[in-house]
């Protein structure tokens, strides 16, 4: 079935550092991807999409691009900030109205 | 705005006593969901409603029902909540399809079972 795999947490930057958070995905047929964020106490919220190959997402300086070669998405940030502190979610929607997440991966800025 | 509410945001109850989580939608969206979050983990999917078509996954122990009596409301019913049903509940909505329709989450209501 399908499936998502991302990078353990936490990972621990300081303000300004680059942000990579590895993700990849297992499944049938062309999904789209997503990269949901959550804040302490809070429920989920979008943060990019791709629906096709080679589309790149992007939104408040997050990117991700979709990699069907490498069946990839990987988030990337040029210069995080300790707002950007939550638990990020890559997930994949195939056939069908499911989502499938990844495990989160925490993310800690220190200033 | 439109957007995806859930009351209460907090909820205690007691050991086998029933409860109720609501969820409504601004969105007019036909499809809406049901998660639990433990901490530290991805949400699990509990059901699903495609309209008035309800979709509970294998897992999901029966203790756990939904009504959805017309497009903008969902409720979640716990018939009796054990210990191990403590969690984060979130609610989301979407439009259908295989399409890149994302899903729009509540805030979550956090039950806690004494």
């Known amino acids: 079935g399908d499936s998502v795999t991302q990078m353990e947490g936490p990972v621990t930057l300081s303000e300004e550092a680059f942000l990579t958070i590895n993700c990849t995905y297992t499944?049938?047929?062309?999904?789209?991807l997503f990269w949901y964020v959550q804040y302490p106490g809070e429920g989920l919220q979008l943060l990019l999409k791709?629906?096709?190959?080679?589309d790149k997402g992007s939104n408040k300086g997050f990117e991700a691009t979709y990699r069907k070669e490498t069946t990839s998405f990987h988030l990337e940030k040029g210069s995080v900030q300790v707002s950007d502190s939550a638990v990020y979610f890559c997930?994949?929607?195939?056939?069908?109205?499911?989502?499938?997440f990844g495990a989160g991966t925490i993310l800690r800025v220190k200033s | 705005d439109a957007m995806v509410i859930q009351n209460p945001r907090y909820q205690v109850t007691q050991f086998g006593k029933p409860v109720t989580l609501s969820c409504s939608q601004t969105l007019n969206h036909n499809v809406m969901y049901w998660y639990q979050q433990k901490s530290s983990q991805a949400p699990k999917l509990l059901f699903h409603y495609y309209d008035k078509d309800f979709n509970n996954e294998a897992d999901t122990p029966d203790n756990f029902q939904s009504r959805r009596p017309n497009t903008s409301f969902c409720f979640l019913d716990i018939r009796s909540p054990g210990l191990g049903d403590a969690a984060m509940y979130l609610c989301a909505t979407s439009r259908a399809g295989t399409g890149g329709h994302e899903q729009f989450f509540g805030p979550g209501t956090r039950l806690t079972v004494l």
């Open positions: 499944a049938t047929g062309y999904p789209s």
């Open positions: 791709a629906t096709k190959a080679d």
């Open positions: 997930a994949l929607k195939g056939y069908g109205n499911k989502l499938v």
